[in-house]
């Protein structure tokens, strides 16, 4: 090595190493201290001249070098190839300071040259760099990009450039509608560009209730009353390699961010927290939606429309960051500005809520241990014998009920005994469908398995290739390929072979392996997949899945694996409905995506016992709302539960979710004996099954207008302070705020009430709000259920089944506001046929009151049989000034006998009317006019 000057700066000390007894083909040598000056013979002359000419080939190089390191500084290099797997990129290639430098999130050397980015750990003087400095960085060219000018019109933007590593990049904004706007990266190539192009939308409009200002160079901002919603800034927000694209958007200080597919907790904060969209095993949804609540109450929301592998950032400046495993990007825009608006912008991408069959918000239970026909006999015979007084719609048939875990797969025996039960007991049966197909063997074969193969229907090792194999319940299975419409065939034929009192549960459907991978080595990996660990913050991206090249009929599994379930409740859905009759399916699905809930529900199985589990439940029931999945509930009563009260706790939760499942074998076992419970129980079903008319209403209300039944008081009052202090409590579709008690062994609880009129569902007890309320505990969760001001409720009398219920008579709550007024229109059909809103098969009855009158009409009445045929047992109007004098029915003028009563220890009465005074039918129009007294 030639001497010089160490990394401090100082001389080198030559290295002198001495030699002794050396030989030179084999001839002793005399040795020296010096190492030029060891000679033996003649040939040790020549051996000098070699390292003489060697020493001057260094000192060329040296100059060689110094020449290119002024080159360089006269004209910047700002990439290293891609192609050079340098372990680390020298001072003479890296010309970034390190005061420009942006992180780079590849994780090693290798993988940071290997995807674009530079890599030093030193600055350009050649001193280390700080722990706190980014050592894998983006070339600085990479995300300069010219502007170019509007397009016509319409409020797009639309800038074309290209990176220093010569990929092209095209970045455009544009509108898509009043409220929303569409960011589009794209850097793939200009063929496959001219591939995607979309036909324009037609809601495209220079109508906005924002503004746009762009920057000199590629950025902008969106704001809308002095307020910035949106901002790309100009400098370093759009990075793009030939592997990812990362963006980071602007949004207001101090915002609030929910969604995420995150369920732990309902409120995120910006503290560089990072969330992996990927559908794993043990994780239920990959939705990469946030919607935010900036300080002063105005609402937006941010979309990455794709399936691929991403993270999402929200970082502590206020700054959320999306690296995604892809050559573009799509962002939407929502720009609000209200909660309610940002979620039907969003639902108006990804399509709104199905809405289920009546008897699908029924209570249903079942057992893990249920495996064979005699453990469903014994079932039937001992469990639901226990559970005779209280309301069961049905049994869950778990996988193990299935013949070699295979769906579809029951013994005839079962099936007749299923059958019986649907047609003598009414009851309805879920049955579970396990992610995969179980392979034949050459010991048992099956039929899905051998056609499935024949038609080519599962998905594949190579286009046209073998399929791909997993493990599941320590079999091996295949994957069916639901892109493809020769598998929708396939699956509608044997989903037949079932009667049709069935709801399907699509069980661990991710696709869902226990093994990584598959069965057999998987095929080459593309350099997407190779650096994705490295890239993203998905440490187990492949763990427990399929080969993410596996090919589907639209593309490789590392694009379509999070969509799986999607494609597979789309399949089922559509197959159902023609089988079924025209009667309307319940499908339920374990995994989620964006867009599920247009053709399934989501039964989520992942709870812990105690308050953090019941919050957890909570939380995922309304986040799950918010994403668009509104027939939602979790587990009752799973787990390691202690006492019968612990129990009791989840059933409170069941009141307001629209599924009431319990798969547990544990529970029966706290029945055994315990009459206390059994009752307790039985109050709280009951009390559930009369607000079955109201879950469905809510129901309908999401399909039609995207309102979402379930929320947290911040969403509908979000300049509340208090309000965002009590997330205990739910706000209940449009009429109702329900305080569950999540905690055991509480005396009381404490409601608060936000702005307006508030009347207590027993006693009418109303009060004005924002104020504390102090509730008693009971056994009744009546008693902390609290009725909005201008609302009217439609309950109906339980009863075990859900077809029984629906023969009981109805009663209607009607609660004023401040000013004495009143506005609810309620949704009615038979609940079981599907397509009623096309046919018009359904009535809308509309309850106002105005001037103390209230006025019953029915705006659309197309359905006039079986629920509509019920009488009003009573009707109740809470939040009256002053007690009432007289009541007349004005449409036949009659006086009516009235009960009116003050509301508690509140300054409020009640009125109330029952069916012995008024002989009214549910399909009735009617007028009933009161006189208060004199005060």
Not at 271 to 283: A, G, N
Request: hydrophobic share 35%; glycine share 6%.
């Amino acid at each position: 090595m030639p001497s010089g000057r160490g990394a401090g700066g100082s001389p080198r000390t030559p290295v002198f190493t001495p030699l002794n007894h050396v030989t030179v083909n084999g001839e002793p040598c005399e040795t020296n201290v010096k190492p030029t000056r060891t000679i033996c013979g003649v040939k040790a002359k020549i051996v000098l001249a070699a390292v003489l000419l060697l020493l001057l080939l260094i000192i060329l190089t040296a100059a060689v070098v110094m020449i290119a390191v002024a080159s360089a500084k006269k004209e910047p290099k700002t990439n290293v190839s891609p192609s050079e797997p340098e372990e680390e990129a020298t001072t003479s290639t890296i010309t970034v300071p390190v005061s420009d430098r942006v992180l780079c999130p590849l994780k090693t050397p290798a993988s940071c040259v290997k995807g674009g980015c530079l890599y030093s750990s030193v600055d350009l003087q050649g001193n280390p760099v700080s722990s706190s400095t980014p050592k894998c960085f983006y070339p600085t060219q990479i995300y300069q990009l010219s502007a170019t000018s509007n397009i016509g019109s319409r409020p797009d933007y639309v800038t074309n450039g290209t990176a220093s590593n010569g990929t092209e990049i095209t970045a455009k904004l544009e509108s898509t509608g009043k409220d929303s706007l569409t960011l589009i990266i794209d850097t793939s190539s200009s063929d496959s560009r001219s591939k995607r192009q979309s036909t324009p939308s037609e809601n495209l409009t220079t109508e906005t209730d924002y503004s746009i200002n762009f920057y000199p160079s590629f950025g902008f901002n969106i704001t809308r009353d002095k307020e910035v919603i949106f901002e790309l800034e100009q400098k370093s927000k759009i990075r793009v390699t030939k592997n990812f694209v990362s963006v980071s958007i602007a949004v207001p200080q101090y915002s609030k961010a929910y969604g995420l597919g995150d369920f732990d907790r309902l409120e995120k904060t910006f503290d560089d927290s990072i969330f992996s969209v990927w559908t794993r095993s043990e994780e239920e949804g990959a939705h990469p939606f946030v919607l935010l609540i900036s300080k002063n109450g105005t609402a937006s929301g941010l979309y990455v429309e794709s399936s691929y592998p991403m993270d999402i950032k929200l970082q502590r400046d206020y700054n959320v960051n999306i690296v995604i495993l892809n050559t573009d990007i799509k962002i939407r825009l929502f720009t609000g500005p209200t909660v309610s608006e940002v979620i039907k912008q969003y639902w108006s991408v990804i399509g709104t809520p199905v809405k289920p069959p009546y008897w699908g918000l029924g209570h249903f239970y079942g057992s893990e241990q249920l495996s064979s026909h005699k453990a469903l006999l014994d079932l039937m015979q001992t469990n639901h014998t226990k559970l005779g007084q209280l309301p069961v719609e049905g049994i869950l048939l778990p996988n193990t009920m299935n013949t070699a875990s295979l769906p579809f797969s029951f013994s005839q025996e079962t099936r007749d005994y299923i059958q019986e039960l649907v047609e003598k007991e009414k009851l309805t049966f879920i049955a579970t469908v396990p992610p995969g197909i179980t392979s034949s063997t050459e010991e048992s074969s099956n039929y899905m398995d051998s056609t499935g193969v024949e038609q080519k229907v599962f998905i594949s090792r190579t286009a046209g290739g073998d399929p791909l194999q997993g493990y599941y319940s320590n079999k091996m299975v295949k994957y069916p390929d639901f892109t493809s419409s020769d598998t929708a065939s396939w699956w509608y034929t044997n989903l037949t072979q079932y009667s049709n009192g069935y709801g399907f549960h699509l069980h661990q459907n991710m696709p869902y392996s226990e093994i990584t991978g598959s069965v057999g080595v998987c095929p080459d990996i593309n350099s997407d997949v190779s650096l994705a660990t490295d890239i993203l913050n998905l440490r187990n991206l492949v763990e427990n899945t399929l080969c993410l090249s596996g090919i589907n009929k639209k593309g490789k599994q590392i694009e379509l694996h999070n969509q799986f379930s999607l494609h597979q409740a789309k399949v089922t859905q559509s197959s159902l409905k023609p089988w079924s009759v025209s009667k309307q399916p319940l499908v339920v699905s374990d995994a989620t995506s964006p867009g599920i809930g247009v053709y399934a529900g989501h039964f989520h199985d992942s709870n812990r016992d105690g308050r953090e589990g019941l919050k957890a439940a909570l939380n995922e029931m309304i986040t799950f709302n918010f994403l668009g999945v509104t027939t939602v509930g979790p587990n009752i009563c799973t787990g390691v539960f202690s006492t019968p009260d612990a129990c009791l706790k989840w059933y409170y939760l069941s009141v307001i979710s629209p599924l009431a499942w319990s798969m547990s074998s544990g529970i029966s076992h706290l029945f055994a004996g315990n009459e206390t419970f059994r009752e307790s129980v039985s109050t709280v079903l009951q009390f559930r099954q009369t607000l079955l008319p109201y879950h469905y209403d809510n129901q309908y209300r999401a399909h039609v207008s995207s309102e979402v039944p379930l929320r947290f008081l911040t969403f509908d009052y979000p300049s509340d302070e208090r309000a965002a202090l009590f997330q205990d409590e739910v706000l209940f579709g449009d009429a109702i705020l329900y305080t569950p008690i999540l905690i055991t062994g509480e005396e009381f609880i404490v409601s608060y009430l936000p702005a307006g009129t508030w009347c207590n569902w027993v006693d009418g007890s109303c009060y004005q709000g924002p104020t504390e309320v102090k509730v008693i505990s009971s056994n009744s969760p009546a008693s902390f259920t609290f009725l909005k001001g201008g609302t009217a409720v439609v309950t109906q009398n339980s009863a075990n089944t859900t077809t029984a219920s629906r023969e009981e008579k109805v009663r209607l709550i009607v609660v004023l506001d401040k000013s004495g007024n009143a506005n609810s229109t309620r949704f009615f059909d038979d609940g079981d046929t599907a397509n009623t809103l096309d046919t018009k098969y359904y009535t809308l009855v509309n309850y106002n009151v105005a001037n103390n009158t209230l006025s019953v009409t029915l705006p659309q009445k197309g359905y006039r049989g079986g629920v509509m045929k019920m009488k009003y047992e009573r009707i109740l109007i809470y939040g009256l000034p002053r007690k009432v004098s007289s009541l007349k029915r004005l449409d036949t003028n009659q006086d009516v006998r009235i009960s009116s009563l003050i509301s508690g220890d509140t300054a409020f009465y009640k009125l109330i009317v029952s069916d012995t005074n008024v002989d009214i039918e549910l399909s009735e129009s009617f007028q009933l006019k009161w006189e208060l007294q004199e005060s």
